[in-house]
């Protein structure tokens, strides 16, 4: 029993140290039907600072999803733009702070064969900040719909150096419909979700060390 008590903590410890890892990254793995993707990206950028662009990034995802799309939602082909697969068009977005539902509407394209409009994603929006200065939001599938069956976001904000720098880390996990589920295999996952994971935390930390500078 030592003996197997030895190894899972070795196990769990070069885990960590691997979650822990300063170069950026990302990478899926797939799971009974479900993609499991874990991105991480270095920033440079203050605590207080990387706090204040995740407050803006949330707040803009419930209220103004116009001005999200200038900055944190840049370069993810979200609003109908061509050439792809799927082509998405997410336009409309509502929160309702007493049950911390968001509503995100739009249409969905799958190139040559249909359109699905007015797909409506009810996810419950949570966050916590921890005393040692990390920040997590959580975005959660409330109701399955025809797009997406499961959808689980955690994003932190991880601390590495006080005042000068840290950790951006999205991990997602996703389970499609049956309908987009026939279609989306393991490449047209990384072609079509995957860099999107990736280009998000991009966005915020470009927003986050630009915010940096400015204060110098």
């Avoid at 070795?10 to 874990?38: M, Q, R, V």
């Avoid at 409309?92 to 995100?104: E, R, S, V």
């Avoid at 997406?148 to 005042?163: A, D, M, T, V, W």
Wanted: hydrophobic share 35%; aromatic share 12%; charged share 25%.
């Amino acid at each position: 029993m030592k003996k197997r008590n030895t190894l899972f903590l070795i196990f769990i410890s070069l885990f960590l140290l691997t979650k822990a890892s300063p170069n950026d990254s990302i990478s899926t793995i797939y799971k009974d039907g479900e993609y499991i993707s874990y991105s991480q990206i270095r920033v440079y950028a203050s605590d207080s600072v990387s706090n204040v662009v995740i407050n803006k990034f949330v707040s803009q995802m419930c209220y103004d999803l116009d001005g999200l799309y200038k900055w944190g939602l840049k370069g993810m082909r979200l609003d109908n733009e061509k050439d792809e697969l799927l082509i998405f068009d997410f336009n409309t977005t509502k929160y309702n702070p007493k049950t911390n539902i968001l509503k995100g509407g739009g249409d969905v394209k799958v190139t040559g064969i249909t359109k699905i409009p007015n797909i409506y994603v009810y996810t419950k929006l949570s966050e916590r900040t921890h005393s040692n200065g990390r920040k997590d939001v959580h975005l959660d599938l409330a109701v399955p719909n025809a797009l997406l069956n499961k959808l689980n976001g955690i994003f932190s904000y991880i601390p590495k150096e006080k005042n000068k720098s840290g950790f951006f880390v999205l991990e997602t996990h996703i389970k499609f419909g049956w309908f987009f589920n026939i279609f989306i295999t393991k490449n047209r996952y990384k072609k079509i979700m995957e860099w999107r994971i990736r280009q998000l935390i991009l966005n915020l930390k470009e927003e986050s060390e630009k915010k940096e500078n400015s204060l110098k």
